[in-house]
């Protein structure tokens, strides 16, 4: 059992051929150059990988490298030494690798496309709320410091909502009150959003568009449906989760324009920002009937929402956050 | 599996430099392919989506190890001594570290800018343990690359250099870019030896206006008709694809190509006025053209496919670049000694890729 190669003096770019070769149970290294023939021993020996030298380091600090990978791999096998990395075996371009691989592939990327919501929810239901509730906070104060300003509603007003709200929340399932805030912006218009674990925030352009108090509660009743079933929390770690998947797949990135694929990650998430919107509607229209509130008001108040957009906004295009109106009406039609 | 062993491949740098005396340029070699690196892709891919990502350490490592292994100058080839564990330690640190960062927002948005700016002057330190790491990972003919840069040093160029040229509204950009290149090439050892780096001035500006040139063709003929594209299908009533939706793409795509265009001219320039120490020189033709036209239809490629085309599109990069590189040995190169001294931990190294840092040659 001989392995043909070249043996690097320690710390040294000077070579000359040599052989390895067993002897007995024993490893013997024969130099050409000085006729050399001593037992050595080996460290750390580098894995298979196609193409790539092998280099197998002795311990007395001298390197051999070597291109025949099946004869090193005999001689490992004959000393006993494990035989490190097999992953090249998978790795060799075949049919029989192709297909199992894709196989696999399909396997995972199923797995993935019906499992990574599932674990990503566990993970955003098994954080504690008073975090949820802390990052929810920070990120209302930071939307407040530069898009919202103090609200010109009337107290009178202002306390008739808040009375819808409190009572809303009260025929949710939510175990607290979370807090509401009257806000003007210019900037957002006829808008209510809630943050992780509240607040909500309503808009005094949304309180006026209003024609009843059937119309709010089904808008204050959409808001505290998203904090009920932490939709929030829900999509940053579903985003999270395809973010690491992403990243995973293309990490042999080199130049900024691969940053792009990325975009894939912002188009699954949008895709679940606009389910979301789908549960809460149907949850605000469950609340409201509970509440003996028009159902009815809430449609005719998104038709009012929608209004200035126009027919633009009947269907929704695949990065919107929000679903299209007409798709709206249809995920509320059959509920009733 | 082809392995003969050929010979070195020697080729006269110019038709010019064939006469005695002259040394032989040694042209670097490429022996990858697509096919056999889709198999390392697909596989690392597998593995790493199975074991929820800790095999990425070992699948950067087989990756690194595929380009550098089969990549060969004057018949040796070189390649990457870091293994999985090592980089598996730096990257469980790195995250640690990010995540901790990222959970200050939670508690206070304001512990968090303040502990931004203790970060700061922690970035020299591990752009330094990063280089040093990646250059002591590096080996050809059993001697290893080695980076000794310094603190202040670091500070001034990946810092000062880059705030200087923000201030000066891109204008000192150029200068900031050779600081950076000279310092980061400076500090590189092969073993013992040093290397010596010069680059004139005049030519980075040239690279630098012929950029802003390029730059500027190409916004016009992807922008033009892709403003024109969106229009049309706005008229049709096809939503979505208008034109402020098309043109942020067609802007994108150009500045990215010019980045290519700039990194293939600048790297020239770097490459051509290196030495190391007993004269050796190097000598790199990238065509910034060339180079760009591989970037974008790489990317292309690679978009259309779904990814599955992105190994092909690394091995063809990673071709074109030893293609255009060349070494001119002014002596005998196997008179090269190694130094001990330490890699260091791979954090610096794991945290600059997380957070994607872009340094190195």
């Known amino acids: 059992m001989n392995l043909r190669g070249q043996i690097f003096e320690t710390a040294s770019a000077r070579s000359s051929g040599a052989e390895l070769s067993l002897r007995a149970g024993h490893l013997v290294l024969t130099c050409q150059d000085d006729g050399e023939v001593a037992e050595v021993q080996l460290t750390k020996v580098s894995d298979r990988l196609a193409g790539t030298a092998r280099r197998l380091h002795l311990t007395d600090g001298r390197l051999f490298v070597t291109e025949d990978d099946k004869g090193a791999d005999a001689i490992l096998a004959a000393l006993g030494r494990p035989a490190g990395f097999r992953v090249f075996i998978l790795e060799r371009p075949s049919v029989r690798n192709l297909a199992l691989c894709l196989g696999l592939f399909v396997t995972i990327a199923g797995g993935l496309y019906f499992g990574l919501p599932v674990a990503a929810d566990l993970a955003a239901l098994g954080l504690p709320d008073r975090l949820e509730r802390q990052a929810g906070g920070a990120a209302f104060e930071n939307l407040d410091s530069w898009a919202l300003e103090p609200s010109q509603l009337l107290t009178a007003s202002q306390d008739r909502v808040r009375g819808l709200f409190e009572q809303t929340v009260r025929a949710s399932k939510l175990s607290f009150v979370p807090e509401l805030h009257f806000r003007a912006s210019e900037l957002l218009g006829a808008n209510a959003f809630a943050f992780p674990g509240g607040p909500v925030v309503v808009t005094d352009a949304l309180v006026t568009l209003a024609p009843n108090n059937d119309a709010l509660v089904g808008v204050l009743a959409h808001e505290i449906a998203h904090i009920e079933a932490r939709h929030g929390l829900r999509r940053l770690m579903r985003a999270v989760g395809w973010t690491i998947i992403v990243s995973t797949l293309i990490g042999d990135s080199s130049t900024v324009l691969d940053e792009l694929v990325a975009f894939p990650v912002v188009l699954i998430t949008q895709g679940y920002s606009r389910a979301f919107e789908i549960e809460a509607d149907q949850r605000a229209l469950v609340l409201m009937r509970q509440l003996d509130f028009d159902p009815k008001a809430y449609e005719e108040m998104l038709a009012r929402l929608y209004a200035p957009c126009g027919t633009a906004c009947d269907e929704a295009g695949w990065w919107s956050s929000h679903p299209g109106f007409e798709n709206r009406i249809e995920a509320l039609t059959p509920a009733e | 599996m082809a392995q003969q062993n050929e010979g070195p491949s020697r080729i006269p740098v110019s038709p010019g430099s064939g006469k005695t005396g002259e040394p032989p340029a040694l042209a670097l070699e490429f022996r990858g392919s697509a096919s056999e690196y889709f198999g390392i892709w697909l596989v690392n891919l597998l593995l790493s989506l199975i074991t929820l990502g800790i095999w990425s350490a070992w699948a950067k490592v087989r990756r690194i190890r595929y380009f550098y292994g089969n990549t060969r100058l004057d018949g040796h080839a070189f390649d990457y001594l870091a293994d999985g564990w090592m980089l598996l330690k730096g990257r469980l640190i790195a995250v640690a570290v990010i995540a901790l960062y990222a959970s200050l927002e939670l508690i206070d948005p304001f512990v968090q800018i303040i502990a931004t700016f203790f970060f700061i002057p922690l970035y020299p330190f591990i752009i330094n343990r990063s280089l040093r790491f990646q250059a002591r990972m590096t080996v050809w003919r059993n001697v290893r690359l080695n980076w000794q840069g310094d603190y202040m040093g670091t500070f001034k160029a990946y810092v000062l250099w880059p705030l200087a040229a923000v201030l000066s509204v891109g204008l000192a950009a150029p200068a900031a870019a050779r600081a950076a290149s000279l310092y980061l090439t400076r500090n590189y050892r092969f073993g013992t030896a040093e290397f010596a780096a010069e680059a004139s001035l005049k030519e980075f500006y040239k690279a630098f206006l012929l950029t802003i040139a390029y730059f500027m063709a190409m916004a016009f003929m992807l922008g033009g008709p892709l403003f024109g594209i969106g229009a049309v299908l706005r008229a049709e009533g096809v939503e979505g694809f208008g034109p402020e939706f098309l043109l942020p793409i067609a802007m994108f795509i150009a500045g990215a190509t010019a980045a290519s265009y700039y990194f293939a001219l600048t790297r020239n320039i770097v490459l051509n ?45 990673w071709r074109y670049q030893a293609d255009h590189l060349a070494a001119l040995p002014a002596g005998p190169l196997d008179t090269f000694v190694d130094d001990q001294s330490k890699a260091g931990g791979a954090f610096g190294e794991e945290f600059s890729d997380l957070e994607g840092f872009d340094i190195g040659v």
Do not use: D, M, Q
């Open chain 2, 273 to 317: 006025g290196l030495t190391l120490s007993g004269g050796h020189g190097f000598h790199s033709t990238l065509p910034g053209l060339g180079y760009s036209w591989i970037t974008l239809s790489n990317f292309l490629a690679t978009i259309l496919s779904l990814g599955l085309l992105r190994p092909w599109a690394a091995v063809r990069a």
